[in-house]
């Protein structure tokens, strides 16, 4: 079993920069991917941004540019700097892992971006 626990949300004003935390803990030996997901109000969560077990990131395309993604193995953590926010940019940010059979959410940590 993993635990994830976000952390670095808050409120920013368009064009400001946040960054946000995630920490792991429990069965940290059998994750494989990380990755941050977003969900607004009335929408469909998504995918913002993942990192494999080697380091290689990818991104939404509403991110690239603006956000990367960074893991620290030994640290268990996995950082999304958001730089550039946008008020569409509003969400509660998810942290995401997989291990090979099971896939395992955080609480949640809520971004707004003001007008």
């Known amino acids: 079993q993993v635990q994830l626990v976000e952390s670095g949300g808050g409120l920013v004003q368009p064009g400001g920069s946040l960054r946000l935390s995630c920490v792991a803990s429990?069965?940290?030996?059998?994750?494989?991917?990380r990755s941050w997901y977003r969900q607004a109000p009335g929408q469909q969560r998504e995918l913002v941004a993942g990192?494999?077990?080697?380091?290689?990131?990818n991104y939404a395309g509403s991110a690239k540019g603006r956000f990367t993604i960074s893991r620290d193995n030994f640290k268990n953590t996995v950082d999304l700097e958001m730089n550039s926010l946008k008020p569409e940019d509003t969400a509660v940010y998810y942290c995401?892992?997989?291990?090979?059979?099971?896939?395992?959410w955080g609480q949640g940590t809520q971004v707004t971006v003001s007008s």
């Open positions: 995401h892992a997989t291990s090979y059979t099971r896939e395992f």
């Open positions: 429990g069965n940290i030996w059998t994750i494989i991917t």
């Open positions: 990192i494999t077990n080697d380091g290689t990131p």
